[in-house]
């Protein structure tokens, strides 16, 4: 299945800001079937107070920590298809 989703925001620019969440977030929580009250403040805006946005570095998988495997494959010309 394929979705399109519009919504046209003339004095945004391109990005991934608040105005554009704020239109997805119904769309997604009515196709997901997801809770949409609970993102919404007691006025029925849709909020993201509370939320934490991590860092880059913080949801990588891989790190100096936890090393990436050696039979990892790190190109697609590298696959054996």
Wanted: glycine share 4%; hydrophobic share 40%; net charge positive.
């Amino acid at each position: 299945m394929f979705i399109i989703f519009y919504v046209h925001l003339p004095n945004d620019k391109h990005g991934c800001e608040l105005s554009k969440r704020k239109a997805v977030y119904p769309f997604l929580a009515k196709h997901l079937k997801l809770n949409l009250k609970a993102i919404q403040d007691e006025n029925g805006e849709i909020t993201e107070e509370g939320i934490t946005i991590e860092s880059y570095e913080q949801m990588k998988v891989f790190s100096a920590k936890n090393k990436l495997p050696g039979y990892a494959v790190l190109k697609n010309e590298d696959v054996k298809w």
